[in-house]
């Protein structure tokens, strides 16, 4: 019988594979050969690409080197979205390795945010864990940790520490027993589709007659194209960390293990593969 | 813990229970009476109807209550008749009991009362201490009285052969009466006031209890003789009053308080295990001398009393010693009755609304407790009478019960018309009359409420109401009682008690009485308790009680499934994420292994301070500073190493260790510090492992469970052990667990098994079970049987390294024993001056080593002492009246008499201990067990039934049903009947089953198979050399078991000087691992070695060589789970070894053990 602990392990450890090409306008001094990494989808992608940056500067004059930055398929990839929602919202059902193009020119200033340095990371991560905090217990479990929780937190995720970060974040997972779950659930729910960023709302973990709400709930209640009707065909997907929990499962389960480390749950609608 | 009952009676008599598990008063529906009074102990419940006869009610049990009627027939060897029934004159009787003395022929063997039946006919014992007789089952002897043997020989002139018959108390979970028979014929008036205790002042004969009544005169009668076998005791003896008596309390131990009439206490003293009625009384005042005391609760030692006024004292300064006490506490609240039950828990009736309240906060250091809260559970189908029924009701059931008594509470406790009974009886009627109207008028429920009747007739009394006639609203098939009659008992009452003086009391006549006057029937129609017994309740201040508010049943319902696989755990959608999850890591990460990782893995440091048992001698504690690294290993597993660093002769020197050749942590709590040994293969092959103390225990447990964590880490191993996994326990109650290779049972290079994982497991057990798909069970130094739950970690394992939802407290609870020795001198007797050579006068049992009272402490710092220091009489040998063992001198066998020849004695003393921890298990109530043993079953679907039998500490053998993959616990226990207490059981391949009688005669059990899981009937199967067996372990092929002296019989008697064995075969792999006495390693000499038999193979069932696994202080192993076949070469004559069972049944008495010499021989 596995354990609900498996189910943290499998989604912090969770790898894209990924091959980095340079963009083909990009001057360089040698052809720049493809770099093959295994990014781990809970991270974030400026946060582990050191190693793809040094590689291709390589290759690369100093004075030709701007703010890098990645494209899949003519797309920016926001740095501040966790690798794996990037993954699932633009490119799951194709082959792997993920192929993403490196640009270290023209950065797209209405599409991404900078990130001159990883303490930008560590400021974005650390406020939405604060965010997701505030929906859980009113900000009470954050406010209550001291300031080397809260950068052990960070270390963990920067440095890979499933348990160096699990130790702290288990705080964030509790909940009074008597309440049966959170306050509210911390979800966000992109659309590849629509023009706004994402769908976020209050959304309480219990109905108010006591029943147990569940991820086919929430969508109902936030955005019902997503569910199939009986009679017809399904036409998204709904995706967490790249598999599709049935509609039934407790909201308040998936919220405690199969949320980012930024104690949000990322759940990507994607339209349905057409086959 | 166990689930257990609290008792209640209502103000009709209606009697209902209220489990610590439920969520509801349970109406006791085969009451056919009505009950006035209750008094619960865990086992049984006793009460008086209102015809005032005593009933019992002895709760079923999975095994029966049954005793053993014997009876010996002898016979006389002459040259005519050869051996024959005619005795010589002066000899005994044909039958007779086994001295001789006494004439017992069969027919005379009655049934001690109607609620006993015969479990079957007489039928000849051919067990005869441990070997089975000749048939017909005679032993021969020279003359009468003296010694018998089996054998017939030249000079044999008498024979005699035991019969023997079972009965079975039948009257369980029912009411039964009891007699009401004094020593000379029926008791002159009946019973007012019942009280039972006293289990705790002997725990011989089992089962023991006092019980306590009080008759409607004011006696007081004592019932003696009451224990397991004969649950309804003996008979009454009266016992002599200073004045009269209206209420007693017995308490679990020596404590019986009673009061009397003026409203005084008396205090029984001298209340001892030879002595359990007591010798005197003593009286003790009220606490108020204006208001006398109407009502006494004792504990073990605690005392509450009631005072006219309702108020509730509390008696300070109780003790053993002095049972009196020493002055009165006024608490909070007005109470009209208090019960005190198990750990002095306070259970009581409120004045002002009549419910029932529990004292919260009652430890045993703050006895008085803390505040008063009050139980609010339905009762199951909830009767709701209307108003005026229900008063008239009260009124006729006050008449029955309390007669003549009533109406003087009348007048005492209704403060307003106490001048004027007659008033009073008026106002009441009166009352109820508006009452009625009132109720009529604001339309109580119609249903109830024939249209009609309310006006027209009086309202029928519920005056001899039976539950079925009772059985809900929307029913109402009233007995046709006319006010009149009611009216007629009321009446009477006032008269009676007109010329009484208005402070007598009993506490009936305030129950009756206040019944009258309460508003009863609010709008919320909560239920009117009259009476309530807690002594049968096993909870304490840390118990849950969902008493307190009401919650839905639904979560009850849920609890109650929370032993086998919680639902949560197979929903689909769980399942479906698991599945997903894996295709995902197949689908993105198993086919580009060869990748770089993006974050590369540093090394990470943890460092601390300790003490370590230094490696040469002199052997010292010595300060080491201690590191961990740990780092990621090629292949991304973690891995690390263990530094220590130490100064020698001022130079710096370290020692390491690498954390994936450690092979276990073992705490080694003792009292003074805390400590743990890390092993290596290579330290296990010295038997010296690297002794670490931490400064705190956390500090310990901290480093414990991370470098536990690292250990796992680099196996890979996480998460729960594997269904083949191997579980051992540790002689400190700790459990391990081991992944067995493949490689194990190579052959014939097989891997050593000092080279072995072993990884802790939260919990506490002395012995622990498992079979090949899972089921694992456990048993506690307390008995207690537990379940494994799937889970990991707990104990001190936090967060990660444990499973969350199966993790659960365990308890256990230990005896601590110390011994005071004395020497005989002429002119003192016995005292504790010694000779200079001799023991400490207060020692442990070797005497080597001083242990008093005061220094004594419990074995590590997780034990607390739970009971104080008393003497032990349950010593093997036997004690005299004061608990002494005799003997010529230390060190020698000690005896339970004086001789003139004893000139030293010693007398054992026991105090408890008790742990409290957390792992996965899950306890399994409530019969406590001594072994258990589980059938090692292939791939099995989850609904098939798991043969498993255990042993309980009593000595029954039990048979559990229902036992599945998804319900682990089973359901109830089938009792096997046996003739005498047996201590051992196995079941091996093809569901044979093997057991040890505590006699050591081995016994086989016969045509048990799926359709009949207990089998049949019992095979004596003589013992190898005629010797007593200790333990037996059952393969698929083979029996092993160990005699006395802890040899080993293998199947064709190669024996080995070792203390145990635990087996497992299977069709193709043989194990055979023991936990060895002592071993030898090349640095020392460790005693409890896990051992494992090399080259077992099923044509060589005594293998050839033992390999040396991990020890030092281990109690017990089990690889009955294991199951892996080795890689080995199959042997073209297997399918010869695995007899059919069939064969075995169809030989019921097979020559022992050639019977397995033959097996692995064909």
Known sequence: MADDKDVLRDVWFGRIPTCFTLYQDEVTEREAEP????????????????????????????????????????????????????????????????????????????????CPCNSVIEAHFMSSIKEADALKHKSQVINDMQKKDHKQLWMGLQNDKFDQFWAINRKLMEYPTEEGGFRYIPFRIYLTMSDRPFIQKLFRPISPDGHTHTLGDLLKEVYPVAIASDDEAKRYQVVIHGIEPLLETPLQWLSEHLSHPDNFLHISVIPAPSD | MPVSLLWAVDVYGRVFSLSTGGQQWEHCCDAVLEFKRLTAVQQCCWGIACDHHIYLNVHASDVPIRYQEEAYENQRWNPVDNFSDRLLPSDRWQWSDITGLEHKPLDGFLLPSTNWEWEGDWYIDENFGGEPTEKGGWTYAIDF???????????????????????????TDTWAKIPSEGQSGPLPDPFNDISCGGWEISEEPRGRLSLWAVSLQGKVWFRGGIHHHTPEGMSWEEVSLPGEVVQISCGPGDLVWAVLWEGQLIVREGITRDCPQGSSWVVVDSPNPEVGTIHVAVGVSVVWAVTKDNKVWFRRGINSHNPCGSGWIGMVGEMVMISVGLNDQVWAISREDRAVYFRQGVTSTELSGKAWKAVSVPRDGDIRPNS??????????????????????????????????????????????????????????????????????????????SPSQSGGPGDPQWS????????????????????????????????????????????????????????GCAVDCHTQLNWFNSVTALTSSIQAMSLSVSPAQTAAWRKQIFEQLNERSKREIDNFKHYEQAIEQSVWVKKGTMQWWRDWKPHKWVDVRFALEQFSGPEGHKDGIVFLYYNFNEEKKYLHAFINEVTILVPVLNDSKHTFAIYTAERTKQRWPIKLAAATEMEMHDWLALLSVSCCDSRGIQGPPSKQAIWSITCKGDIFVSEPWPSLEACPYPTPCDQMFWRQVGGHLRLVECNSVGVVWGLGYDHTAWVYTGGYGGGFFQGLASSTDNIFTQTDVKSVYIY??????????????????????????TGLHECTKASTKPPSPHWTWVTEWAVDYGVSGGTDREGWQYAADFPTSYHGYKTLKDFVRRRRWARKCKLTTTGPWQEVPPIPLSDVTILPCGDQSVVEQIPLWAISNKGDVLCRLGVTLLTPAGTSWLHVGTDQPFKSISIGGASQVWAIARDGSAFYRGSVSTQNPAGDCWYHIPSPARQKLKQVSVGRT????????????????????????????????????????????????????????????????????WDYGIGGGWDHITVRGNNIEAPRVRMPSLTDALRPPSTLAARPLPAGNTENGNAVQC
């Open chain 1, 35 to 114: 770099f093959y990494l295994l990014l781990p989808r809970v991270s974030y992608l400026t946060l582990v690409t050191d190693k793809v940056k040094k590689h291709f500067l390589k290759v690369m004059k100093a004075e030709d080197v701007e703010e890098i930055w990645f494209e899949y398929e003519g797309t920016p990839l926001k740095w501040h979205y966790p690798i794996g929602l990037l993954f699932d919202l633009h490119a799951s059902n194709t082959s792997l390795p993920w192929s993403i193009t490196v640009h270290f020119k023209n950065f797209p200033e209405r599409d991404l945010l900078h």
């Open chain 2, 145 to 171: 009285p003296a010694t018998y043997t089996i054998d017939k020989k030249w000079n044999s002139c008498v024979r005699r052969r035991r019969w023997i018959r079972y009965r079975r108390y039948k009257a």
């Open chain 2, 388 to 465: 005026s029924t229900s008063t008239s009701s009260l009124h006729s059931a006050g008449c029955f019960f309390s007669g003549e008594v009533r109406a003087q509470s009348v007048m005492s406790e209704d403060s307003d018309t106490e001048a004027d009974p007659q008033r009073a009886v008026h106002e009441m009627l009166s009352d109820r009359e508006t009452k009625r109207d009132g109720a009529a008028a604001t339309s109580i429920p119609e249903e109830e409420v024939t249209p009609g009747d309310a006006e027209a007739k009086s309202p029928p009394p519920a005056l001899v109401l």
């Open chain 2, 480 to 535: 046709t009682v006319d006010l009149e009659e009611a009216q007629t008992h009321l009446a009477v009452g006032p008269a009676a008690g007109r010329g009484d003086s208005s402070d007598t009391c009993s506490l009936s006549s305030v129950v009756t009485c206040m019944l009258g006057l309460e508003g009863l029937y609010g709008p919320d129609d909560h239920p009117l308790w009259a009476w309530v017994s807690g002594g």
């Open chain 2, 820 to 845: 005071e020795n004395q020497r005989w001198n002429p002119v003192t007797g016995y005292t504790s001056r010694g000779l200079p050579t001799d023991r400490y006068m207060w020692s442990d049992a």
């Open chain 2, 1038 to 1105: 083979s029996v092993y078991t160990v005699d006395e002296n802890g040899t080993e019989m293998f199947p064709r008697y190669y024996s080995f000087a070792r203390l145990s064995v635990y087996v497992f075969n299977v069709a193709l792999s043989v194990q055979v691992w023991i936990i060895a006495d002592k071993v030898q390693g090349s640095h020392s000499l460790s005693c409890g070695t896990v051992c494992h038999r090399l080259g077992v193979q099923p044509m060589e069932p005594k293998g050839q060589a």
